[in-house]
T-cell receptor, first 112, second 110 residues
Framework: DSGVTQTPKHLITATGQRVTLRCSPR?????VYWYQQSLDQGLQFLIQ???????AKGNILERFSAQQFPDLHSELNLSSLELGDSALYFC???????????FGEGSWLTVV | GQNIDQPTEMTATEGAIVQINCTYQ??????LFWYQQHAGEAPTFLSY????GLEEKGRFSSFLSRSKGYSYLLLKELQMKDSASYLC???????????FGGGTRLMVKP
């Protein structure tokens, strides 16, 4: 158990809908990262927050957005969902900017 | 940007040694990580190299050559539970974002 908690673990939704994935980082970690992993594909970096502020942005679609709250938990919002958005979404956290990143168990999103 | 290459699949025998290579191209190298990922599960941290040389941790060792843009993960005394994907990831610049390679799927056979 890495200490990073993600909910929900599984989610099935229809095309065009909107979902919110939630992440609680390890105690004391200030940085939160979101990654997407499609079937048989590598981990694609989406976005990073540090202490409430956006720190880095990867290949995140405009339909996707994220935020980190004062209590350091983070949410990833996915809207106008398409079939291709079906993937495993991982949240990860680290203490600061130069530490090992630890991953949560992921949220399985299936768009039908 | 970065380009990270590792073999897609490897097969090895239980009890043997296997070396998984990773090559990368980056403009501001700031560390290389190896993670293990079982199918459908979270990646788990294995090792971290920022200086040239070998880091040993039990049955797993990781090597880095910054001048060659090259790393390898060495797994000794292979066990069936070592069947998993092994992900090479590079940190670039001052931030802590990791860019991952496509992963190497290792199958350990009896």
């Amino acid at each position: 158990d890495s200490g990073v908690t993600q909910t929900p673990k599984h989610l099935i939704t229809a095309t065009g809908q909107r979902v919110t994935l939630r992440c609680s980082p390890r105690s004391g970690d200030l940085s939160v990262y979101w990654y997407q992993q499609s079937l048989d594909q590598g981990l694609q970096f989406l976005i990073q927050y540090y202490n409430g502020e956006e720190r880095a942005k990867g290949n995140i679609l405009e339909r996707f957005s994220a935020q980190q709250f004062p209590d350091l938990h983070s949410e990833l919002n996915l809207s106008s969902l398409e079939l291709g958005d079906s993937a495993l979404y991982f949240c990860a956290s680290s203490v600061g900017g130069t530490n090992t990143i630890y991953f949560g168990e992921g949220s399985w999103l299936t768009v039908v | 940007g970065q380009n990270i290459d590792q073999p897609t699949e490897m097969t090895a025998t239980e009890g043997a040694i296997v070396q998984i290579n990773c090559t990368y191209q980056t403009s501001g190298f700031n560390g290389l990580f190896w993670y293990q990922q079982h199918a459908g599960e979270a990646p788990t941290f294995l090792s971290y190299n920022v200086l040239d040389g070998l880091e040993e941790k039990g049955r797993f060792s990781s090597f880095l050559s910054r001048s060659k843009g090259y790393s390898y993960l060495l797994l000794k005394e292979l066990q069936m539970k070592d069947s998993a994907s092994y992900l090479c990831a590079v940190r670039e610049g001052a931030g802590n974002m990791l860019t991952f390679g496509g992963g190497t799927r290792l199958m350990v056979k009896p």
